[in-house]
């Protein structure tokens, strides 16, 4: 005897749990015709073939009738089942696997919205190449991840949602995340408004390109609009990898504590950090930017670490938090900026820990004016000013401050100046001016135009352990 197939196995399976007592055996004449009598007859078909069995004028449980009968309730079954699967068919065919996006029909949805739609909690949404007009709004832990020139671009009558405050405009964008965590990856945005918004909850943001995406900070004014990234409402999120070219900036409000590194930024997008909470920026890579590469105006706990920055038209890094916090850690350490107008600005009030950055090149490598800290193991070369400082009472201490115009400007203040290297300036290596009265303590001075020069008004506390070349002159 053949094997059964699945199918001849259900309906033997049906025949022999059919129950007694059903409608009359003129359905068996029925289905033989159509079944059609010339063919041969599958072996599940051949049992209702057999000879009726009746007791007492019913019909007992191996009559044909019963098998028709159990035949039928068993494609009724599958009929059922397969009706009530119909509108989730393409879900149900992609839970073992991922969710394909795909304009040429190939794939289980042909938007990324619908997608997102049908998805639930713990998919995974790949998004074939093409260019996909839509604003998705994404409120379930997905992950999103482009394949090749997946391009996501915000439709011109696309809905808006709010990037910052309470009582602010909305903006447009290409992709809202709304309380969520789950991952977007290897998309590009592109084109002014296509901004990626995210809103609370704790993502992923990784590997993305994003072109020409509003636009760069200085180009329309001091706007806290056009950005490229929008991370607010306490979010927690991780951007890590992004390009970012010739747009608006990453930029963070309302409360949000996010980790931001190793993303590329050229051609203008900058850092817009804002915020009340603590805030991570390691590692990034800035070029281009017409007013700053990282403005920092939080009032959180901030670690800016790591960052290169280069050919720069303003400032490399602004630290103004606003509103002043005392107590809070405010850490810049291990950066390299080349090229701006001010390597490191400080405004008044800030308490930085300036600590192990490279500063080449600069007009200025540190400038300041009414803050406090301490700058220290910091490598200046070549700038027109290495510090500048004004009413400094923190730390300078080893630090190593050669070539260009000025090593060290000191205008009043109590700063503590020990321990640094200042040479080959071809102006004042060591400027105590104003009403100073700082502390110097193991420095060295040699090799510049004049070592070391003291206001008449200052009076600077300085002992035996500095070492100030024969060169050196006071006035």
Not at 239 to 259: E, M, Q, Y
Request: contains cysteine; glycine residues 14%.
């Amino acid at each position: 005897m053949n094997e059964q197939t699945d199918f001849e196995r259900l309906v033997a399976d049906q025949l022999g749990h059919a129950a007694v007592g059903a409608p009359p055996e003129s359905a068996i004449t029925e289905t033989i015709e159509r079944a059609g009598g010339s063919r041969r007859l599958p072996e599940w078909l051949a049992l209702i073939k057999e000879s009726p069995m009746r007791t007492n004028s019913h019909l007992a449980v191996g009559s044909p009738t019963v098998r028709v009968l159990a035949i039928l309730g068993a494609t009724l079954l599958l009929a059922l089942t397969l009706a009530a699967a119909g509108a989730g068919a393409q879900r149900l065919m992609a839970a073992g696997g991922p969710i394909v996006v795909d304009q040429s029909g190939e794939g289980d949805y042909d938007t990324i919205g619908e997608a997102v739609a049908a998805a639930a909690d713990g998919d995974e949404v790949i998004v074939r190449p093409g260019t996909y007009a839509e604003s998705v709004m994404i409120d379930k832990d997905l992950a999103v991840r482009g394949e090749g020139a997946a391009v996501l671009q915000a439709p011109e009558e696309g809905p808006t949602a709010i990037t910052h405050g309470e009582t602010a405009d909305g903006e447009r964008y290409a992709m809202l995340l709304s309380d969520v965590s789950g991952s977007v990856e290897g998309l590009t945005f592109r084109g002014d408004h296509s901004l990626l918004i995210v809103s609370g909850g704790s993502p992923t943001v990784l590997d993305n390109v994003f072109e020409e995406v509003g636009f760069a900070f200085g180009t329309a004014g001091l706007s806290f609009d056009g950005s490229s990234i929008v991370l607010n409402r306490g979010t927690s999120a991780a951007v890590r990898g992004n390009t970012i070219l010739d747009g608006g900036p990453i930029a963070t409000f309302g409360g949000a504590s996010p980790t931001i590194e190793e993303n590329v930024l050229e051609g203008g997008p900058h850092l817009f950090l804002t915020s009340d909470s603590d805030l991570i920026v390691r590692d990034n890579r800035i070029t281009g930017t017409l007013v700053q590469g990282i403005g920092m105006y939080s009032s959180g706990n901030v670690l800016i670490e790591g960052n290169h920055f280069s050919d720069l038209t303003g400032i490399g890094i602004n630290l103004d938090p606003d509103p002043v916090v005392p107590g809070v850690d405010l850490i810049v350490r291990d950066n390299t900026v080349a090229g701006a107008s001010r390597g490191i600005e400080i405004a008044q009030g800030a308490a930085a820990m300036v600590e192990g950055n490279t500063l080449t090149d600069n007009e200025a490598a540190v400038r300041s004016q009414g803050s406090s800290g301490r700058i220290a193991g910091n490598l200046l070369f070549d700038n027109r000013i290495g510090l500048s400082l004004i009413d400094y009472p923190g730390e300078i201490t080893d630090n190593v401050i050669e070539g260009g115009g000025a090593g060290i400007l000191i205008q009043g203040g109590s700063s503590l100046i020990d321990g640094n290297d200042v040479t080959g300036h071809s102006g004042r290596a060591i400027s105590i001016g104003g009403d100073s009265t700082a502390t110097l303590t193991d420095n060295r001075s040699c090799d510049n135009g004049e070592n070391l020069w003291i206001a008449d008004t200052a009076e600077p506390d300085i002992d035996d352990s500095n070492e100030i070349c024969e060169d050196a002159t006071t006035e």
